[in-house]
């Protein structure tokens, strides 16, 4: 869907009361959301393993320093 659709979604879906701090928050979010499903229908992302892998790999050069 196009985004001032899902724009329009999240606001309508906001309580009355909701600052702009939160609208901000909720927009961050969908932006994030946005992206990711981007990146996974480019291809762009990671099998539960591989990172799991990564983060292995990580921990062990941590524990080197």
């Known amino acids: 869907s196009s985004a001032?659709?899902?724009?329009?979604?999240?606001?309508?879906h906001l309580p009355d009361d909701a600052s702009i701090e939160d609208v901000q928050?909720?927009?961050?979010?969908?932006?994030?959301?946005?992206?990711?499903?981007?990146?996974?229908s480019h291809g762009r992302h990671y099998t539960t393993e591989e990172a799991r892998g990564t983060v292995k790999q990580m921990a062990q050069t941590i524990r080197k320093l």
């Open 25 to 40: 928050y909720h927009l961050h979010v969908l932006e994030k959301v946005r992206k990711g499903r981007g990146d996974i």
């Open 4 to 12: 001032m659709h899902d724009v329009k979604e999240l606001v309508n």
